[in-house]
Structures are given as C-alpha cells and as structure tokens.
Antibody, heavy 121, light 111 residues
Framework: QVQLQESGPGLVKPSETLSLTCTVS????????WSWIRQPPGKGLEWIGH???????NYSPSLKGRVSMSVDTSKNHFSLDLSSVTAADTAVYYC???????????????WGQGTLVTVSS | QSALTQPPSASGSPGQSVTISCTGT?????????VSWYQQHPGKAPKLMIY???KRPSGVPDRFSGSKSGNTASLTVSGLQAEDEADYYC???????????FGTGTKVTVL
C-alpha cells in the first residue's frame, strides 16, 4: 500500500519561499507522475503541477514562474518550492500519485493527508 | 485557466439518486477521456471515485457512475447513503496546455 507524507514548515512569511517535501513509502517513485495540489481554507482544489520520476515537470499556467518541483529517486521523495508567497497562498497542500505508469493524464489514486501552510508575518 | 463549472450543491433523500454536472470547454477535456471524480469528506484528503469518464477503482461501490456528453461530464450517485454526504470535484487533463483542471466542487447533502 503506497503512502505519501508531506513535510515542511507550517508558517511562511510573505515574499519568502514555501518549500515542501513528499515522502513516498510502500512503493517506488519510478515510472509515475507525482503532483502537488492545494486547497485554500473553505475553497476548492487547485492543481499546482507535477513532476515525472525522470525530473520532467509541468506547472499550472497561473503559478508558472513562481513554482519549481524536483524529484529525488534515491530518497523516494519529491519536492515543491513556491516563491514570493502572499496570503493568497495559504492553503492545505497535498501531494498525490498518478494512477498509471508513464501516463501524464493519469488521475490521482493516492494522496497525502495534507499539510496546512499559512503565509503570515 | 478557469475551473470546470459544477453546481454548488445537490441533495437527495436516502435511497434516491443525485447527478452532478461538470462543464468545460473542448480544450479542458481534450481528445482523451481523462475525466475523473473525487469525493472529499471534511478534513480529509480527496478520494478517487471515477476515472476515464466511467471507470471505478477497486473498492468504489457501483452506486457511483460517470458519463460524458460533449463538454459536460456527469457523476451519478444512486441509492444515496448517509456516508455519501461530501464534496465532489471533477477533474480533467487539458492536453492543449499540459495541465490539470479541477471543477468548482459540489456539496452533496443527504436529507
């Protein structure tokens, strides 16, 4: 059973960089797409982007320019950096796994529990 | 990019059916049937309920079904049960720009 666990600071100051890591256990990070998705309090889901195990990335057009993702296959984890954050970036951040090998369109079959990141001075 | 459009709420009595729509553009849905649906209970991570328009992952009851016509996808929950009360989100992969888009979300209430 694959499990995902987000980790990182719960509080980030405005204009700084939000950094999160998602550790994958119970399965290999290889051959799948891995996504970051966020949900502001009381609002809907927003896809931030995904990273392939090879390091290839795609990002949401609305966040492109501020977001960077990477993968470390030796540690079986992948990471998110979101720069120049504002209060609008306050959200629960989820990491999620693409359901099918090699499939860029695969839906998300395993999710982390989510971590609340608050942007405030 | 804009979110896919869903009704804010839907409701039904136990045993009844409820259908949720998800409307987008041809660019949102692309040429592939990559529409999926997620169920989210308060304080929990979303759960995949339907993928590729109508397929159910193992363990999802057959009370949940999906369909798509043109630029509108639909999720039907038949035989409503109390545990079906949750938020539901549709999602699709927009091939034109290589990104995922979610729906605005629908709160389903079991009366």
């Amino acid at each position: 059973q694959v499990q995902l666990q987000e980790s990182g600071p719960g509080l980030v100051k405005p204009s700084e960089t939000l950094s999160l890591t998602c550790t994958v256990s119970g399965g290999s990070i290889s051959s799948y797409y891995w996504s970051w998705i966020r949900q502001p309090p009381g609002k809907g889901l927003e896809w931030i982007g995904h990273v392939y195990y090879s390091g290839t990335t795609n990002y949401s057009p609305s966040l492109k320019g501020r977001v960077s993702m990477s993968v470390d296959t030796s540690k079986n984890h992948f990471s998110l950096d979101l720069s120049s954050v504002t209060a609008a970036d306050t959200a629960v951040y989820y990491c999620a796994k693409g359901r099918t090998y090699y499939d860029i369109r695969a839906p998300f079959d395993y999710w982390g529990q989510g971590t609340l990141v608050t942007v405030s001075s | 990019q804009s979110a896919l459009t869903q009704p804010p709420s839907a409701s039904g009595s136990p045993g009844q059916s409820v259908t949720i729509s998800c409307t987008g553009t041809s660019s949102d849905f692309g040429a592939y049937n990559s529409v999926s649906w997620y169920q989210q209970h308060p304080g929990k991570a979303p759960k995949l309920m339907i993928y590729e328009v109508f397929k159910r992952p193992s363990g999802v009851p057959d009370r949940f079904s999906g369909s798509k016509s043109g630029n509108t996808a639909s999720l039907t929950v038949s035989g409503l049960q109390a545990e079906d009360e949750a938020d539901y989100y549709c999602s699709s992969y927009a091939d034109s720009n290589n990104f995922y888009v979610f729906g605005t979300g629908t709160k389903v209430t079991v009366l």
